[in-house]
């Protein structure tokens, strides 16, 4: 098996267990949404696992800054057989990890001293029961602030020695074990359980990876030695970076936390939620296109080859938005329909789905923002810029918060995800515009695909807004899937003829290559 038919290979099985990830995750909030609803003890939950999911998702998680500055620096000393690691190797793991468990084990122990500060500032408008459940569930869930920052470094580790499976398998104990709590416990009426199998579950992600990590010769035995130290000094300088852009991220949630606590209760599940819906497709579609995407933009900057970039961008983007627009038309023909198939049982009741339905629309207008913003960030990357959008991200912090001053009082919950597809689109703008500095994309062609997929699109909605109208309406499970997944297909085959009516390039591509293989099968067999 030559090296490129086995990263092809490693490729694929990443991508699965990453789809298989997602799943688990998605029906771990199906299950949450069940038993707790979108209420006082789902608000409070999801408040106080915005502090450890820091440390567990961002910084610890898998493309996070500990799992890559890991990778960066230990591949130099593992050796090329791959077997196990030598003396060199296991200082500088000592030495880093020491240093990791005494700095989050100190803020750990910060977290679960002043919970009650921090939850009053982060939750200021929310009632004192919420304020103090929210409390309880973050001192149960502050271990895991120290977990986390452990399960990153093992997830470089890992990697550098080519065992793809298990970090990118990991995340799914975790959910499995929130779902199998839940699930026991039914009668969690104030959460304790399910903050508990929240620590339970990062904990068996640590104890899943150790003993993969020693069989690689790595041993546990503190090191001090910090100073002095060229290899520890050049992790901490790619770590540091990665840590501050990975937080400006988690600031923006903070703020809708804020803002979002002097809504009524459930309105931070409901926008969790709608996130989550959100996420689940877009965050595949755009990671499946991207991932092999990067590499090719880097090399061609590296050669020069800018006509080149420019052609990738617009057939990569081309492609995405061609994706993203039907996306956005069934969110918003079908959101609510598609909340009540998904969450609506058990303590998840009709006011829930409302609240999550409106979250969900305003959040899906920013899908064609988002997939720009993520293509364009690559191209910066692939010029070894992560510094302008990094300083865009930060600046934007400000206009986060006063967009959701401006909407949130008028809007409500919608205010508040309609705030963040603003956000989006002004960072995506200034993202398009400061990268001329480098190079001159010529967005013309973009534009102009754009308005072309922009209008297949709108006339796929209003095609499918009549038959929607018209189809009859049965007030069963059964029978809203039904009419859901009828929607799905018919404005599946409705947009594809309307996207060849208005000549998307995209389409007329595929359209070209499917009749180009179907004349060659005729062929082959006359």
Not at 109 to 132: R, T, W, Y
């Amino acid at each position: 098996m030559t090296k490129t038919t086995s990263l092809f290979n490693a490729a694929k099985l990443i991508a699965l267990v990453t789809i298989i990830s997602k799943f688990v995750g998605f029906l771990r909030d199906v299950v949450i949404a069940k038993y707790y609803g979108a209420g006082l003890v789902s608000d409070a939950y999801f408040y106080a696992y915005q502090i450890p999911a820091l440390a567990i998702i961002i910084l610890g998680g898998v493309g996070g800054p500990f799992h890559s500055a890991i990778v960066s620096v230990f591949a130099k000393f593992i050796p090329q057989d791959g077997q196990t690691a030598d003396k060199k190797a296991n200082k500088l793991y000592n030495t880093f990890l020491t240093s990791s468990f005494i700095v989050f084990i100190l803020l750990g122990l910060l977290i679960f001293l002043f919970a009650e500060p921090l939850m009053k500032i982060i939750i200021s408008g929310g009632s004192q029961n919420l304020v103090s459940l929210s409390v309880l569930h973050l001192r149960i869930m502050s271990p895991v602030f120290v977990i986390g920052g452990i399960i990153g470094i093992y997830y470089g580790i890992l990697i550098t020695f080519r065992e793809f499976l298990l970090p990118n398998l990991s995340p799914v104990i975790m959910s499995l074990v929130i779902i199998s709590g839940v699930m026991i416990a039914s009668d969690d009426t104030n959460g304790i359980i399910l903050a508990s199998a929240t620590t339970l579950g990062a904990l068996c992600q640590f104890g899943l990876q150790f003993p993969k990590v020693r069989r690689l010769g790595f041993r546990i035995k503190p090191n001090f030695e910090f100073k002095n130290n060229p290899e520890f000094k050049q992790l901490l300088e790619l770590l540091f970076p990665a840590i501050l852009s990975s937080t400006v991220g988690q600031i923006y949630v903070y703020a809708d936390m804020f803002f979002a606590s002097k809504l009524t209760e459930g309105a931070w599940s409901a926008i969790g939620y709608a996130n989550r819906i959100f996420q689940f497709p877009v965050g595949i579609l755009v990671t499946a296109f991207l991932v092999p995407l990067f590499p090719i933009f880097s090399s061609l900057v590296g050669k020069g080859q800018f006509d080149e970039v420019r052609r990738y961008f617009n057939k990569g983007i081309g492609i995405l938005n061609f994706i993203a627009f039907p996306m956005l038309v069934c969110i918003i023909l079908l959101a609510h329909d598609g909340v009540y198939l998904v969450f609506q049982r058990g303590a998840f009741g009709e006011n829930a789905t409302n609240m999550v339905t409106l979250a969900l629309i305003y959040l899906g207008f920013g899908i064609i923002p988002y997939v720009f913003r993520d293509c364009i960030t690559r191209v910066y990357y692939a010029f070894n810029d992560s510094k302008t959008p990094f300083l865009i991200a930060v600046s934007s912090i400000v206009l986060k918060v006063l967009f959701n001053m401006l909407l949130t009082e008028r809007f409500g919950i919608a205010g508040i995800t309609m705030s963040t597809t603003l956000v989006t689109l002004v960072n995506a703008t200034w993202l398009g515009i400061l990268l001329k500095k480098k190079m001159d994309m010529q967005y013309g062609i973009y534009f102009k695909n754009l308005l072309k997929t922009g209008i297949a699109a709108i006339m796929t909605y209003f095609a499918c807004l009549l038959i929607y109208n018209i189809t009859p309406i049965y007030n069963t499970w059964i029978g809203i899937a039904c009419k859901t997944a009828l929607m799905i297909v018919v404005c599946g085959i409705l947009y594809i003829i309307s996207a060849l009516v208005c000549r998307v390039e995209s389409v007329s591509e595929m359209a070209g290559k499917v009749y180009e293989t179907f004349r060659n099968k005729i062929g082959r067999i006359k």
